[in-house]
Structure formats: C-alpha cells, structure tokens
C-alpha cells in the first residue's frame, strides 16, 4: 500500500516579491498564515507565477477531462461561480436545469420512460459510481434478508482494467472485487469471464465503456445476455451497471446503432462525466437509474425546495452549481448534431494519428480509436529499442505535449504503452504538430543511441 507522504517538502518561508518594482513584502511563511495579508495584485501575482510551471492544459494529452470551452460558457461560468448546487431553494432554476439536463440524459440513453428515471448530478464519475454501487449493494442486502440469507459477504464483478474508482469503492463500501483477469489474448471483460466470477452474493456486474487503458468498449449486450441466460438456468437475477464515463457521452452520438444502454432491462444504471466527453470544466458527473424503484427509499435524503421539500440522493452535500448550468449551455448549444459532430472530429483526429503512428515503424498499435477516441501503443513485441516509452514521454515533455506512458494492468504490467486521449480543441492541425514533434523524438533518441553505441565502444576499447 502507498504511505501518506509529502511529495514536495517545502521551505518554511522564502522571500516573495515578483515585481520588483513595486514595493513588496519580503518574506511570506508558506506553510503557516502570515500575520498580515497582501494586496489582491500581489497575491494573484505570486499564484499566477507559480502556475507557470504547470502543463500547458491544450496540450496535455493525458487526460479525458474538459479543457476548453467557448468564450461564452466561460462567462457563464464567472456568473454562475457562486451557486451551491445543494441550494435548490435559493436557486430554483439552478435545479431545474439540473432535472431538464437528467431528462435529457435519460432520453439519450433510452430509459423506457424518462420521466420515471431517477438521477443525480455528482462532482464527478467517481462519486456517480459509488452511489451506482452503493445502490447495488443496498438492493442486493435487502433482497437477501428478505429470503433470509447471510449478506455480509457481497461482491462486486469487473475486468482487471477497471478504473481505480472501482477498487476504491470496493474498500469503502466493504465489497469484494471480483476482477475478471485481461489477457493479451481477451483484453476486456468477457461475458464467460462474468459466468465464471458472479455466485449469488454478487450485488452486480460493471462493465466500462470506453476502458481507460485503451478506449475500448466492453460487450455489455453479450455480458447482459449471458446474464439473462444465468438467470433463466438458477433463478440468480444480478444487475449491470454500466460505467460511461467517457463511452456514455461518445457511444449514442458515434456508434448510435450499439446497444448497451437503457435499452437493455438488465442495465440498471449508468454514470457518466460531464467534464470528460460531455465537454464541460472539470467537476461534474451524473449518475442515473432507469426507474425511480430501483433506488431504495431509505438513500434519499430531502431539501427544502420553494416551501417543500425535494428529494436528493448524493454524498457532498455543497457543491459548485456553474457546471450543470456549463452541461446544459452544451445541450442547448451543441444539439444532438453538434455532439456528433465534435465526436465524429476527434474520432477523426485520434484514427489520423493512430495511423501515421503506426505507420512510423517500431510501434504497433493496442487500440486505433474506433471506440473512444482514444488510442495506445507499444513498442512492437520483438522489436528492440535502446529507449522505451519512458524515455520518448520525457523527449516529447520538453515541446510541452503531456503524453503518458504507463505499464498495463496485472498480468500485463510488463508492456508499457502510451495513450493520447483527443478531445474537442485538439484540431488537426495540432495533431499534425503533434506528430512531426513525435517523429523528431523518435529520430532525437535513436541518434542519442548510436552515441551512446560509439561511446561504449570507446570505453570498451580503453578497457581492452
Ligand atoms: C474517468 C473515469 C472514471 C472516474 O471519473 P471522474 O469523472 O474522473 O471522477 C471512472 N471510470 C472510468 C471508466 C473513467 O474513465
């Protein structure tokens, strides 16, 4: 397990003063409060510095998450930055739009009656998929107590390659994870994979859509069928709850003919992130479930709402309420087309560079962005570089391109890879850049390596 530990010890207190010219304070303790304060300049001068220093947020490519937005969501935001979210009383539009943007969601996924449908807006996936969790768990205690049964030893059914959210609401929520183990030879979850790790105490099973990893879609339909098929052999009824994070914003404008949403019976609920591909500033996620039963009474708790009182089902109790507001500004504005049509651009995008990746030589690809638009690669297997992905991360670092290189989950941790995640604003164009800074790295590193070669050589020869 990892120690809690400080990463950056820092000195207790060292001189600021960023524009000489004015007068400034001189020493500013960093680690406790200061007696007295600063001018507003000064203050956003010293965080506005420090902020140098990090990535350059167009040009990260790590990441799935929102970093742009139009100028006028921007001013939404600045307008909307004081809303607590948890204040549907003081701000009952904020609310209202909270429920049209649930509608709509549950419209997009085909949720049977949309009406019915319960959800929630959350910080993020992460707290969607513990309340889709905590729902399973809750449902599947309460079924086994009704018939009975012990229900102290639930468990949670998901591939090797989930994302951490999952392990960790395992640990909270005292679950067991079943991780059905990826092979090179079966990458994703796989519905023989589901047969083989559910038993009756299993609360639910959780494919992803779009895997970290790699972009790519698990067979939800498959995995729902083979649990029709359990179903139907011992009676064992186990729910799905799809985790769209990125998949729930890109699969219905992409791929709209790929059933894996609302449309099966077997999915009960779906989260997805409004600041991954739902194209919205960091902070917001939704979870919802096809059918307002599903939810037990008893994990809704009521605020006041106008005199009365409104149901809520979330863990923060305050939260931001300028994205929501950010999340229906695309609604409005995007329109179904508009989606497809950013989607369908970085599809584009990810499938240009993917190719031209591949074509390049020493990489083969793990995934080419038909799915998410999002890609990985490897060194081919057999293919022996003096360098590693590793090194060609840190090369391409100094142009300012963020991409990551990573080792693979269990079992296949032996191969790194490195992912470029395309999202709205990495234009053709910059991908173009892009790609002739990778192949100059590429070319950058081999020459380092027949330096490297010759200067070997030399020591070996002064050895000899
Ligand atoms: C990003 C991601 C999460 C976590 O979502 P946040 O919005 O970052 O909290 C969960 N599952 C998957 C598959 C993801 O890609």
Same mark, same amino acid.
């Given at each position: ?6 990463? @950056?010890?820092?000195? $207790?207190?060292?001189? #600021? ?10 020493? #500013?303790?960093? +680690? ?45 935001? &600045? ?9 549907? %009383? ?98 994703? &979850? ?11 105490? /299993? ?10 990893? /790699? ?11 083979? +649990? %029709? =098929?359990?179903?139907?052999? /011992?009676? +064992?009824? #186990?729910?799905?709850?799809? =985790? ?30 409004? @600041? ?11 979870? &919802?479930? $096809? ?10 708790? =009521? ?53 031209? #990746? ?6 083969? &690809? ?21 360098? %590693? ?7 391409? $670092? ?15 941790? %032996? ?32 020459? +380092? ?16």
């Amino acid at each position: 397990m990892p120690r809690w530990h400080n990463r @950056h010890p820092e000195a $207790r207190d060292i001189p #600021i003063n960023p524009l000489y010219a004015r007068a400034g304070e001189n020493r #500013i303790p960093r +680690l406790e409060l200061a007696k007295q304060g600063v001018l507003p300049d000064t203050a956003y001068q010293i965080v506005h510095d420090e902020l140098a220093l990090d990535g350059n947020a167009r040009l990260n490519l790590a990441t799935f998450v929102g970093t742009w937005m139009e100028p006028q969501a921007r001013q939404l935001y &600045l307008e909307a930055a004081d809303k607590n979210m948890i204040d549907k %009383d003081e701000y009952p539009q904020t609310a209202a739009i909270e429920d049209r943007c649930i509608r709509i969601l549950a419209n997009l996924w085909h949720a049977p009656d949309a009406q019915r449908a319960l959800g929630v807006s959350t910080t993020g996936s992460s707290e969607a998929c513990m309340l889709g969790g905590l729902v399973l768990k809750r449902r599947w205690q309460k079924r086994q107590r009704a018939a009975g049964k012990p229900a102290d030893r639930p468990n949670i059914v998901f591939s090797s390659a989930v994302q951490v959210v999952w392990e960790k609401f395992a640990n909270y929520f005292e679950v067991e994870p079943r991780y059905v183990e990826v092979t090179p030879e079966r990458p994703r &979850l796989t519905p023989e994979g589901v047969l083989e790790a559910v038993d009756e105490n /299993t609360i639910g099973v959780v494919p992803v859509l779009g895997v970290t990893y /790699t972009g790519a879609y698990e067979p939800v339909v498959e995995i729902a069928t083979a +649990l %029709d =098929d359990l179903e139907n052999r /011992t009676g +064992l009824d #186990i729910p799905v709850h799809v =985790d769209g994070a990125s998949g729930g914003f890109v699969a219905p404008f992409l791929n709209p003919e790929l059933v894996w949403d609302f449309r099966i019976p077997r999915v009960y609920s779906i989260n997805t992130s409004g @600041h991954k591909y739902g194209l919205v500033y960091p902070g917001l996620g939704w979870a &919802l479930w $096809r059918d307002q039963e599903i939810v037990p009474q008893e994990l809704i708790f =009521d605020v006041s709402y106008l005199g009365g009182n409104m149901p809520t089902f979330a863990l923060n109790f305050s939260r931001p309420g300028a994205q929501v507001l950010l999340q229906y500004y695309n609604f409005l504005r995007l329109g179904y087309e508009g989606y497809e049509k950013v989607q369908r651009t970085c599809q584009q995008v990810a499938r240009f560079l993917s190719s031209n #990746i591949e074509a390049m030589g020493p990489f083969e &690809l793990l995934s080419d962005g038909s799915d998410l638009p999002v890609f990985a690669w490897r060194i081919k297997s057999g293919h022996k570089e003096p360098w %590693d992905l590793h090194d060609l991360s840190h090369v391409m $670092r100094e142009r300012g391109w963020q991409v990551p290189a990573y080792p693979l989950p269990p079992r296949l941790e %032996d191969t790194t890879i490195m992912r470029v995640v395309v999202r709205n604003s990495f234009s053709m164009d910059l991908a173009r850049l892009f790609l002739d800074d990778l192949k100059r790295a590429v070319s950058h590193l081999q020459s +380092l390596d027949g330096r490297l070669a010759r200067v070997e050589e030399s020591q070996t020869a002064f050895h000899h």
